[in-house]
């Protein structure tokens, strides 16, 4: 069964921006996002795949709605209480 990411051949997302970007973030809290992620990987929290996992299960309309780095902060929450390293109601506090 396919997942909400996995879109090859499908067609009505509109215009692709092909602008070159030359900063990797927009906003300070998406480098964050990106440095958690990094310091969970390499510490052995999850693995890459697990993290790739978490990202294409979420719930389409929430993946289509998300920006890039909120898709991976949302797969980090995910992890992260899926491993029992923090509650999923810790984090929304």
Do not use: C
Request: no cysteine; aromatic share 12%.
């Amino acid at each position: 069964m396919a997942r909400i990411n996995d879109v090859g051949g499908m067609q009505g997302f509109g215009a692709l921006d092909t602008s070159d970007d030359t900063e990797p973030f927009h906003a300070d809290w998406e480098a964050r996002v990106f440095a958690l992620n990094s310091a969970l990987v390499r510490e052995g929290v999850y693995n890459l795949d697990e993290f790739r996992d978490a990202v294409e299960t979420m719930e389409p309309s929430a993946y289509l709605a998300a920006s890039y780095y909120e898709r991976w902060f949302h797969a980090i929450r995910t992890l992260l209480d899926r491993k029992g390293v923090v509650a999923m109601a810790e984090l929304d506090d």
